[in-house]
């Protein structure tokens, strides 16, 4: 069977398991581990706290320092209120295109890998390959810095990482982190016709969503110089806020979700800094004066780190001798990458597919991205040696 028959059959698998983030992804994780058991790997499966989620981490080859990791996530977003036209977990195929949720956000990456086993195989004789999948990427990154966390306490890990997220086979050496927050208010109830008498909790989410506000324009105002994002500085997103029981209620409690896509490590830093001493010096001490059970407590989501591009990058080098290509750009959204930059591999992102395809009705992955990734795997062996790190 040819590799991009291959690689349709498997990803038809894969698309077969609805590893929603909000579920398990533990089937989808024992159907990889079986293959690549079978090729040869050494295979750890890394169960989560809760017993029902878990990470993979698997190596063909010797068993030494360094070597090169393909990394993805397992988990998709759901289809709830989506209209498709074909059942989004049947991998259907029209006019050479591969429908299904996560056929490109990314079981085609998953798909590819698993395609070309064999071939792997061959070229991780004297230098390991690795593969990471993990859960939860969908919702705050939470396998990945989990997984490394990991890998940082092993003596033995990879050098190299190629973080196989749809970039239409793009190189892609930076990405903004992406770090969201939950911020729960919690006041006194009341009449309305005396409000000094209670806290109103919605008042004080809307003093902090207003603090929000004047830190993004700071964001804005910081902006780096020579920065190569669209835009150009770090965001900030008031996603949410919920609360409020009636007209004539004060209302007890409320719920604000915002996010911040940082530039630089010192931006988030900075928005952390300023948040932390308003809610702790401004807006507490007022609320407490009424009520000393008032509370404003803030859940991280997710952290994702920060991709930062640098002047040295083996893995960049690998990734323009298999592809092809001879630049390399950064993009908006966030990925697994950072964490992975973080604990000392270099690292890049490509992989097959369209982010815009990403999280859509209708999720397609283009049979033409699939050769492409395949065509990047096969060059691997010749190309291996000559860029080790």
């Known amino acids: 069977m040819e590799a991009l028959d291959r690689c349709r059959s498997i990803l038809a698998d894969l698309v077969g398991f609805p590893s ?74 029209r006019e050479g295109r591969l429908y299904g949720r996560g ?17 792997l195989k061959v070229a991780a004789r004297e230098k390991p390959i690795h593969f990471a999948f993990t859960h939860d990427e969908e919702v705050g990154c939470v396998g990945a810095r989990a997984l490394a966390a990991w890998l940082a306490d092993r003596d033995i890990r990879p050098a190299l990482a190629i973080i196989g997220e749809p970039t239409g086979m793009q190189v892609i050496e930076g990405h903004k982190g992406c770090c969201e927050y939950t911020v729960t208010f919690t006041g006194r109830s009341g009449h309305s016709s005396a409000p000094e008498l209670g806290v109103n909790a919605l008042e004080y989410a809307a003093r902090y969503v207003g603090k929000l ?3 993004r324009n700071g964001l804005i105002a910081q902006e780096p110089e020579g920065s190569r994002y669209m835009p150009p500085y770090a965001t900030l997103n008031v996603g949410g806020i919920e609360g409020g029981l ?68 083996a893995a960049r080098g690998l990734v323009f001798a298999l592809t092809g290509e001879t630049t390399a750009d950064v993009v908006p959204f966030g990925t697994e990458a950072g964490f992975f930059q973080e604990i000392g591999m270099d690292a890049v992102v490509c992989g ?4 815009s395809q990403a999280h859509k009705p209708d999720e397609f992955i283009a049979l033409s991205e699939l050769s492409r990734c395949l065509a990047m795997l096969e060059r691997l062996p010749e190309q291996w040696t000559e860029h080790w790190a």
């Open 352 to 355: 097959p597919g369209s982010i």
């Open 20 to 93: 929603v983030s909000s579920d398990s992804n533990l089937p989808v994780i024992a159907w990889l581990a079986e293959r690549l058991s079978d090729a040869g790997a050494r295979v750890e499966i890394l169960t989560d706290a809760t017993g029902i989620k878990a990470n993979l981490f698997a190596t063909l080859g010797p068993d030494r320092p360094g070597g090169l990791m393909f990394s993805g996530h397992t988990d998709v977003v759901p289809v709830t209120d989506q209209v498709w036209t074909s059942d989004p977990f049947v991998l259907t195929e």
């Open 213 to 215: 506000l004047e830190l």
């Open 246 to 313: 009636s007209h004539n209620v004060i209302a007890p409690k409320a719920v604000l979700k915002w996010e911040t896509r940082p530039v630089t490590a010192g931006d988030l830093a900075y928005v952390k800094r300023e948040m932390t001493a308003f809610a702790n010096e401004v807006l507490l001490p007022g609320m407490r004066a009424v009520a000393p059970e008032a509370a404003i407590e803030t859940e991280i989501i997710g952290e994702a780190a920060a991709l930062f591009p640098r002047a040295e990058n």
């Open 103 to 119: 056929a490109c956000d990314m079981k085609g990456f998953l798909a590819c890998l698993m395609a070309e086993l064999d071939l």
